[in-house]
């Protein structure tokens, strides 16, 4: 490949740390893709004769069906997915597929195939995060009015609603998504034809081979073109943000699958046992997705580190832009189908979380917000009158709906009887009205609009 240049061919350790065959083979389906795109403008603009042209586009389809049925083979001697391809190419059909390198260089070959591949990529993100908003949106539905404990630094807060919980999450893949739709937006340009980093001097037709691609259109700086991995990190970053979100439902499955908490009951499914304590259920699925969330903020590190002090316009290291965000692609597709089918199976036991709400004297608020509007108090004051009600029931060793009415008149003359139409759970959840609040009717009304969203 190299040509007449070196005397000698590289030694067996450049040659190994030189090739990108062993991961980037990754490439071939865009490869294959690009090349064909490229070679029929090189036959539209003249630049190719039209019948080495089709031989060329005959000599790939060959290849891809036997990439397809056996796999890349894997030459270090010929490094990369291109030269693999473009070799085996010279065999099948001769001198004639050294044209297909006319006005391209690798350099802008493999902007393209990769771009190409990460907007595949995000493609099957979107859908799976789609399904898991799906799964997410069924489950909310079914517990609308379920009422569990609300917390802050993990002690109990106020009653919510397991539904209003759950649209959280929903809410969060729903920036998900729209970060992926964004990353690949800016991702929808053609670098094929910057050639190495200058531009060519044949008369080709970027617009032709950017629209044969699928691409809105051609990138307008060579230099940039084939320098530019934005497009790789752009996917990082956003999979990085699913993951963390991705992590932190994880971690509330492993809280609430605890004996502690026993708000779930995980499927064996997604579960695993002890080998020598037989009463273990572990939640190692979504443990493991907790740790996937580290290996993929990992991933989007280590390509900033490459890419943060390379001048333009291509450098070698950038052959390890690869295997990061193909590391983080796989991790971010087994988490993403891990929490959907969690979600989709997992057994929630509401009575447990109602049975803590009620316990945690989770209606203080609603005491005070009762006093504010009721007796016209300052907040301020009534969140005092409040704290010695509660107070007196942590004395008494009963929730704040049970305290008698002369004990809240002892503490202040202005309560009545009214009061306890606000203190029970479910009163709290239903009062709770303000848009994007935990009442059951504004959960369903998220979850209808929530609907004609994805169903749009």
Not at 95 to 123: E, K, Y
Not at 138 to 167: C, I, K, W, Y
Not at 230 to 241: C, E, I, P, S
Not at 420 to 436: C, I, M
Request: a negative charge; one cysteine or more; hydrophobic letters at 45%.
């Amino acid at each position: 490949m190299w040509g007449g240049r070196f005397a000698a061919g590289p030694a067996s350790i450049m040659r190994e740390i030189n090739a990108s065959i062993p991961f980037d083979k990754r490439l071939w389906q865009q490869d294959i893709a690009g090349s064909k795109a490229h070679v029929a403008m090189l036959a539209q603009q003249g630049i190719v004769d039209g019948e080495d042209a089709q031989a060329i586009t005959e000599g790939l389809n060959r290849i891809a069906a036997e990439y397809a049925a056996d796999g890349v083979p894997v030459d270090l001697d010929l490094e990369d997915i291109h030269m693999v391809t473009e070799s085996r190419l010279a065999q099948l059909i001769g001198p004639t597929a050294g044209r297909l390198h006319t006005a391209r260089s690798r350099n802008d070959q493999v902007a393209t195939d990769f771009r190409l591949w990460v907007r595949d990529a995000i493609d099957e993100v979107a859908a799976g995060l789609l399904g898991l908003q799906r799964a997410l949106l069924a489950r909310a539905e079914e517990h609308a009015d379920a009422v569990m404990p609300g917390f802050t630094h993990l002690q109990s807060a106020q009653p919510v609603t397991l539904g209003h919980h759950l649209m959280a999450y929903y809410e969060m893949v729903r920036r998900d998504r729209s970060r992926f739709a964004d990353a690949r937006a800016r991702a929808d340009e053609c670098p094929l034809g910057a050639a190495a980093l200058a531009g060519t001097g044949f008369p080709i037709d970027r617009q032709a081979t950017a629209e044969a691609l699928g691409f809105a259109r051609p990138t307008d700086n060579s230099l940039d073109s084939v320098s530019d991995r934005d497009f790789a990190l752009d996917y990082l970053m956003a999979a990085t943000q699913a993951s963390l979100h991705l992590s932190r439902l994880a971690e509330e499955f492993i809280i609430w699958a605890s004996q502690p908490f026993g708000f779930v009951k995980l499927p064996d499914a997604y579960s695993t046992g002890s080998s020598i304590m037989p009463q273990k259920r572990n939640p190692d699925a979504a443990e493991l997705v907790r740790g996937h969330a580290g290996r993929i903020m990992g991933c989007m590190t280590a390509l900033c580190v490459t890419m943060k002090g390379l001048p333009l316009a291509y450098s070698k290291d950038m052959q390890d832009d690869k295997p990061p965000v193909f590391e983080a692609h796989d991790l971010l597709g087994l988490s993403i189908a891990a929490m959907t089918g969690m979600i989709e199976t997992v057994t929630f036991r509401t009575d447990r979380m109602r049975g803590l709400a009620e316990s945690g004297f989770a209606t203080a608020t609603d005491l005070a917000d009762w006093l504010v509007r009721e007796g016209g108090i300052p907040f301020r004051e009534a969140h005092h009158i409040t704290g010695r009600a509660v107070a007196a029931a942590e004395a008494a060793g009963v929730p704040l709906d049970q305290l008698p009415i002369a004990t809240l008149k002892d503490i202040d003359a202005r309560i009545d009887d009214r009061v306890y139409a606000v203190l029970t759970v479910d009163a709290s959840v239903a009062s709770r009205t303000s848009h994007g609040g935990t009442a059951p009717a504004q959960v369903r009304a998220r979850i209808a609009q929530a609907k004609k969203e994805l169903d749009s």
